[in-house]
């Protein structure tokens, strides 16, 4: 059985395959309360793209984990997922192979957009949280290792915002996004971990650049999962302030350097994962107060399509963004909240195209004036 302090992970392409094989050194199945218990699986499906793009958790390595779950008799099984706001889950289903898993293998999905919720106390605060989540009675979280343009990082801990209703994901984001997922780990307990690391983006949470290393890892324990990612990507934990508040309320432990990590088979080469970060240098183009995830994250690529083409240099004004900005007025903004700007890219969210297309124009409308 797979200790909390340990942390397996398999090398190659067979994803479905080694999958199994992880499953099987974990020996998840003596985990697992009863053969009747209700197991509940919650990919990282952000969007509406294929896995390839970096964003969302390979169908693979879902059918990996219905394999082995149903050949050791357990058929109590659905996967639950809500796409990030401004996409539609069902659409994400489909571009992203779920609707054709679910047929395959006879597991219902559930869409927890279209959920009810409930509030729940998670450590003193309250959240809601979609109804489909009491009925687990085992859950087992599949996110992608990647980056984030808020948070930094967004792997176990994080993945859990797919499981409250859109208004609650506009909620944390006027509270913070830190906080909130934190507490969120006392609401949701996480039984198992699978991180999908084939070809996580390091620095979109919804892809566009990813970076292959044909990893998947399994764990207990999301805290401690959270902080080996920081690891990875070269970022000290105390910067992603979700991470030590949730060891705080007790959801895990950030000891990695207790912690036991084991690869299987052959293995390859450890690669340092690239230090550079593009995020980095296109944050400094925006003033971000209270953004949902989707708006902000369709920023960040528009802006590095306007880098691409020498044309961020030459935007003169900071381009704000975020719930924090209702009400008030500015000169350039992006998304409805933004709506009493002079300029304004409107919609909830805008997509990157639409974004990029609107700020190109802008810039070049700005050097007709000035010239």
């Not at 006392?186 to 949470?205: K, N, S």
């Not at 992603?240 to 390859?268: C, F, H, K, N, Q």
Request: glycine share 8%.
């Amino acid at each position: 059985m797979l200790a909390r302090n340990e942390i397996l992970r398999i090398y190659g392409t067979e994803y479905t395959k080694n999958t199994i094989r992880l499953l099987e050194e974990a020996d998840l199945a003596s985990l697992i309360p009863s053969k009747t218990a209700r197991i509940g699986i919650k990919p990282n499906l952000v969007s509406p793209s294929e896995a390839s793009w970096g964003a969302t958790t390979h169908p693979e390595i879902i059918a990996g984990i219905l394999e082995y779950l149903q050949s050791r008799d357990f058929i109590n099984i659905v996967i639950a997922e809500g796409s990030w706001v401004g996409d539609r889950t069902a659409e994400a289903f489909e571009v992203c192979g779920y609707y054709a898993l679910s047929e395959k293998y006879g597991v219902p999905l559930i869409d927890a957009q279209k959920e009810r919720s409930h509030s729940v106390d998670c450590h003193g605060m309250e959240l809601r949280i979609c109804d489909c989540v009491k009925d687990i009675d085992f859950l087992i979280n599949v996110p992608v290792l990647k980056g984030h343009c808020q948070t930094k990082i967004t792997c176990a801990l994080k993945n859990m915002k797919g499981l409250i209703p859109n208004s609650e994901k506009r909620h944390f984001h006027a509270m913070g996004l830190h906080k909130p997922i934190a507490h969120l780990s006392c609401g949701i307990r996480q039984d198992f971990i699978v991180v999908d690391h084939i070809c996580g983006d390091l620095d979109f949470e919804d892809g566009g650049n990813p970076v292959v290393r044909n990893c998947i890892m399994a764990s207990r324990d999301p805290v401690l999962t959270d902080t080996l990612v920081c690891s990875l990507l070269h970022i000290d934990p105390e910067e992603v302030p979700y991470i030590p508040m949730a060891a705080a309320l007790g959801s895990g432990s950030m000891d990695l350097a207790s912690a036991r990590i084991r690869t299987l088979g052959e293995g390859r080469a450890e690669e340092e994962l690239p230090r550079e970060r593009k995020i980095v240098s296109l944050q400094d183009a925006a003033v971000e107060v209270e953004s949902c995830s989707a708006c902000y994250g369709y920023l960040i690529p528009a802006l590095q399509m306007l880098k691409d083409e020498g044309l961020l240099e030459k935007l003169r004004e900071k381009v704000c963004i975020g719930q924090g900005f209702r009400g008030k007025t500015g000169a350039l903004g992006v998304g409805n909240c933004t709506s009493g700007f002079d300029f304004c890219v409107k919609g909830c969210p805008p997509v990157e195209t639409q974004i990029y297309k609107e700020l190109k124009e802008y810039i070049l409308s700005s050097q007709t004036q000035e010239n």
